[in-house]
């Protein structure tokens, strides 16, 4: 199985070497080197715990050069603590990511603005193998990349919905969901919110993105914040090819 994905791999390279942009090589579809990388550095750092919400799943190719390679599908993160409300589809560096944004981000704000934890959140979508909306590049969402989040769920039965309480009533909420959003751009490459347009008014999406030029983030997602944020993303050893700067979910 590894030596017919090298080969698959190596026939993709050599087909883009051929065609000079193609997105196919001539075994099934191609995807850009850092993808390959960012799944491969993910799992050998050791970071992501299968447990028993934590489902590995075979390598996935959808149509176009959709997919990963070694997708998961995630019904809980921290542990097993926070529920999804869906199953979602995401590769190795989404599923870290989710972990460390419920830990670092979340819940400290769960206890500073509600005094409870969050134990569950809504999710609108994960995989989905489709462009962004309005532009010819492909979503982050068709590669298990990414992943959208309506509302959080708190150990006392409250929700806080993106939809329904960043405009709404409720002062604390409001300010919930914006430190959350503002915030969680330590963790995650692009961050959109409402404020970003109105394709994102019941939702945060949150992406690991590599924008290998630049390494800088997309952070629409809330209040501006002014702490330390590292880039989400290992070093890239190996030749990588760049995504359009200006894409941002
Ligand atoms: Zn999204």
Wanted: hydrophobic residues 40%.
């Amino acid at each position: 199985m590894k030596r017919v994905y090298l080969v698959a791999l190596s026939l993709g390279s050599l087909a883009l070497m051929l065609s000079g942009c193609s997105l196919w090589g001539f075994s099934g579809p191609y995807r850009a080197p850092w993808r390959h990388e960012a799944e491969a550095q993910c799992l050998a750092s050791g970071r992501l715990k299968v447990t028993a919400a934590i489902t590995p799943l075979p390598e996935r190719d959808g149509e176009r050069d959709c997919g990963a390679d070694h997708p998961f599908k995630v019904q809980a993160v921290s542990n097993g603590m926070v529920d999804l409300s869906m199953p979602a589809l995401l590769n190795c560096p989404m599923t870290v990511a989710m972990d460390d944004w419920l830990e670092k981000v979340v819940q400290p704000n769960a206890a500073s603005y509600i005094g409870q934890p969050v134990v569950k959140l809504k999710l609108l979508g994960s995989y989905t193998c489709r462009h962004i909306a309005g532009v010819s590049s492909m979503s982050e969402h068709a590669y298990m990349n990414a992943i959208d989040v309506g509302g959080f769920v708190f150990a006392d039965g409250r929700e806080v919905l993106v939809a329904r309480d960043w405009n709404g009533a409720d002062p604390i909420y409001r300010q919930f969901l914006r430190s959350v959003g503002g915030e969680s751009c330590t963790v995650f490459n692009t961050v959109l919110g409402p404020d970003y347009n109105s394709d994102h008014h019941d939702h945060f999406h949150l992406d690991m993105a590599a924008r290998l030029k630049t390494h800088h983030r997309v952070c629409k997602g809330g209040q501006l914040y002014d702490g330390p944020m590292a880039y989400g993303l290992p070093t890239f050893t190996g030749s990588v090819t760049e995504r359009n700067e200006d894409d941002d979910d």
